[in-house]
């Protein structure tokens, strides 16, 4: 592949990845070591595969995060822990935030100023589940 057709290559995927950013916005705020990054390192090193499905829950202690580990032939679902934090670290839930297209999403603010997006599996209950937590 020539020079030329590598410069128009990067053009693409620099263009396909503004419209992405525009749509789905930016995934997480912080670094690797924050707390959004450490969600996310535990999201990918729990086990060989990520889980496409999670369940987060909030108890006056606790924030936890569930990763449904069911194999692809079971019909039940197979939630194990997968992430946990005091409650004291997240600080909140940002539901549906401004300058981002994709519905249901949110965003789980944590103490040092970190959050990671994470998108709700119906877009109606983000807005539900940012009021319930209460933060």
């Known amino acids: 592949m020539g ?3 590598q410069q128009m290559e990067g053009l693409e995927q620099a263009k396909d990845d503004a419209l992405a ?3 789905h916005g930016k995934g997480m705020h912080g670094g690797w070591e924050s707390q959004a990054g450490q969600f996310l390192v535990a999201h990918y090193t729990a086990a060989y595969l990520p889980a496409s499905t999670l ?3 909030f108890t006056d202690r606790r924030v936890l995060v ?3 580990r069911a194999k692809l032939w079971q019909t039940k679902r197979a939630f ?3 992430w946990e934090a005091p409650r004291a670290a997240v ?3 940002r539901a549906n935030p401004k300058g981002v297209f994709q519905r ?3 965003e789980l603010t944590f103490a040092d100023e970190s959050w990671i997006a994470l998108v709700a599996e119906v ?3 983000a807005e539900s589940f940012a009021v319930q937590v209460g933060c």
């Open 3 to 5: 020079r030329f057709e």
């Open 123 to 125: 877009p109606t209950h």
């Open 104 to 106: 249901g999403r949110f």
């Open 80 to 82: 194990e822990v997968q």
């Open 66 to 68: 569930l990763a449904d």
């Open 21 to 23: 950013r525009a749509v």
């Open 55 to 57: 369940a987060t829950a």
């Open 91 to 93: 600080l909140g839930v």
